[in-house]
């Protein structure tokens, strides 16, 4: 500590983002791996139940990679142009999102397809949910103090992730437990707001750089 206090004040600065970065890409490599795991887990487990709530989730797992991928990209040169690239690609990413479980969500509750327990599942979900949670705060403290939107950015697809794993794990709950079948994609119904919100607010945050 004593020796990095009698650096110059600008490297001492520099020492610092540079451990904010490589905290950063940790961060995004960890949901990077978490995700590649899960959307697979998911994925399986969603057509062994026919529940569009976990297969949406997978799908939703599948943006969440991309968009890690386009911070890792990011972080590792960052300027302006390709900070508006990344915020669009995130931006699109949340509109697929939201565009593809609105439309499973209505087809499946007018066909009115009736989605099998997951025990798996409902695991997965439960940890989701604690990880994402504790990977988006990591990303939003550390995007705050680099400056960089986006990472702060991608905090919010984590969130989003999370309140997904949330959303789909009580409707997977609900029909376990009290044979509500709606309850699964009326879960994916949860998301579609906020995937438009945040997939607007990413375009709005690239047209100002």
Do not use: C
Not at 90 to 101: K, M, P, Q, S, W
Not at 138 to 165: C, F, H, M, P, Q
């Amino acid at each position: 500590m004593e020796e990095i206090s009698n650096l110059p004040k600008s490297e001492r600065e520099l020492r610092a983002a540079n451990k904010l970065l490589r905290r950063g890409l940790l961060l995004e490599y960890l949901t990077l791996g978490w995700n590649v795991v899960g959307s697979i887990i998911v994925i399986l487990s969603g057509m062994e139940a026919n529940s569009i709530a976990l297969v949406g989730f997978a799908f939703d797992s599948l943006i969440e990679i991309g968009a890690s991928m386009i911070v890792i990209w990011q972080l590792m040169g960052v300027s302006q142009r390709r900070e508006k690239q990344a915020l669009r690609s995130i931006g699109t990413g949340f509109f697929v999102l939201a565009t593809y479980i609105l439309t499973h969500s209505l087809e499946t509750l007018l066909a009115q397809v009736h989605p099998s327990q997951s025990i798996i599942g409902i695991a997965w979900l439960v940890a989701t949910f604690i990880v994402m949670l504790s990977l988006a705060w990591g990303k939003e403290v550390t995007g705050e103090k680099l400056g960089n939107s986006i990472l702060k950015a991608e905090a919010r697809v984590t969130v989003i992730d999370a309140y997904l794993a949330g959303s789909v794990l009580v409707g997977l709950l609900l029909n376990t437990f009290f044979g509500w079948w709606w309850a699964d994609p009326i879960a994916g119904l949860v998301i579609v707001f906020y995937g438009f919100k945040e997939g607007w607010h990413a375009w709005v945050e690239s047209s100002h750089l």
